[in-house]
């Protein structure tokens, strides 16, 4: 792909995703999270009545049913596979809040770790990453209250992944070989990003401040997110690769942060720039270049793309934008452009 400054021509086509919340509703402001291999995403509606996880095609948007159904519904979305499984949180009748596993036609609940003081029932747990093989990842709370990052498989259960030695860790994402990114508290108080595979929580440290996030993982087990520098006043997008983690190049703001990568090694993520606006941005491994200069001059008038979430294995990308008309923030999907009209 030819990359380059708003003057040249577009590289991605923009798709903006159907929306159905309550159209009596001044609060329905939808964003997209994850991004399956055929380019349907997981989105999250925000409104003034709930939210609500919805699966989107280009076309059509069904909502994940809520454990339970108040006034106030509360559904949030933590993935989407390629079998088109869901992975949400939503509260229940007994106000707990469990991870769930969404097929279309029924959901299968995530409990937390046993809460040894109530005869039975279990801690909060919250999904935040899904594979292809079924395994789920995220965080849920022990009986010293306390969150820890865990996986949890059908027919095998919810494993705790420990910390980095200190008493927090949450679990973010997950690739299909089950290796588990995330972050966790170090005996010292700092925060640090850390890559699991196969039972070991490694720690992969920060790009010198205090404070990292480990929020994508692909199958190359090249991992993403964002840290402090030295000083933590500023944050800085980051791939970790091969043992050595790197802060990719800003867009000229004070704060940056990838949240998705794909198996070409193309990253995505939030940044702002010069003027600490923050737009959505894509890295080829070169370059970071904002999306919002990637776009037609007709969408670029309509939209600003303020984050770009996920990225699949197609280029397409999960995002984020500002409708610059009436300020409404929408699910964006932007396709890549056929290689001819990128000249």
Known sequence: MAWGAATAAPQYRLVELPFNGPPDDPFNDTAAMAI?????????FYGQYGSSGLHCTRTTCNAVPPLYVPHWPAVSTGGINDAGLMLATSADLAYQTHALIYDGTTSTRIYGFPDDFCGGCNNDSYGHGLNNVGQAVGSAFGNDGRERGFIWQAGVGMQELG??????????????????????????????????????????????????????????????????????????????????????????????CAYGINMDGTIVGAASNAAEETHGFVFDGTQTVDLNDQLSASDRAKWL??????????????ATGQNRLNGTVRALLLRPRPAAEQR
């Open 305 to 318: 793309i303020i984050g770009a979430n996920a990225v699949n294995h197609r280029g397409m990308i999960a």
């Open 163 to 256: 910390t980095l030695g200190g008493s927090v860790s949450v679990a973010l994402a997950i690739n299909d070989h089950g290796d588990v990114a995330g972050y966790s508290d170090i005996a010292s108080g700092a925060t640090h990003a850390f890559f699991y595979r196969r039972g070991r929580m490694i720690d992969i440290g920060t790009l010198g401040g205090n404070w990292a996030q480990a929020m994508g993982i692909n199958d190359s087990r090249h991992v993403v997110g964002c840290s402090t520098l030295e000083g933590d006043e500023q944050t800085r997008a980051f791939v970790y690769r091969r043992g050595t983690m790197t802060a990719l190049p800003s867009l000229g703001g004070r704060s940056a």
């Open 36 to 44: 399956n291999r055929i380019g349907d995403t997981a989105v999250d």
